[in-house]
């Protein structure tokens, strides 16, 4: 079975006018993360997939959308992205409390994420 899509990050100037205008619209759940100017949105029902809104701090990147791909370890990915002809745009960072991501680059210039989730204490 494949990697499953966990996450998705729209890239905004402002996410707090982007992060209302989705909460107006689809009646999304707002949370904002102290410290990191970071809103979860969160769809509130079954089967969808949460995501965030926020200020890139790096880039630019053409795209204002990503998703994130869920792996069990961001070393050995990032070594499949480079050997398959992608890139690694932002390594292995920690998102204290929930897991660890990293940003890459494909073949054809698509920015992507991986995800690997912060196991249960």
């Known amino acids: 079975m494949g990697r499953p899509v966990v996450h998705w990050e ?22 904002s993360i102290p410290g990191m100017g970071y809103h979860l949105m969160e769809p509130g029902e079954e089967g969808g997939i949460g995501g965030g809104i926020m200020k890139p701090q790096q880039g630019p990147w053409a795209a204002k959308v990503t998703f994130y791909i869920d792996v069990d370890d961001l070393d050995a990915y990032g070594k499949r992205v480079t050997e398959a002809g992608g ?25 992507l994420g991986m995800w690997k989730r912060q196991k249960p204490e």
């Open 10 to 31: 729209l890239w905004s100037e402002s996410p707090d006018r982007a992060s209302e205008f989705y909460r107006r619209v689809f009646d999304w759940n707002l949370r």
């Open 87 to 111: 890139k690694i745009l932002i390594d292995k960072q920690s998102m204290p409390g929930v897991g660890e991501l990293s940003l890459f680059e494909d073949p054809d210039g698509r920015v």
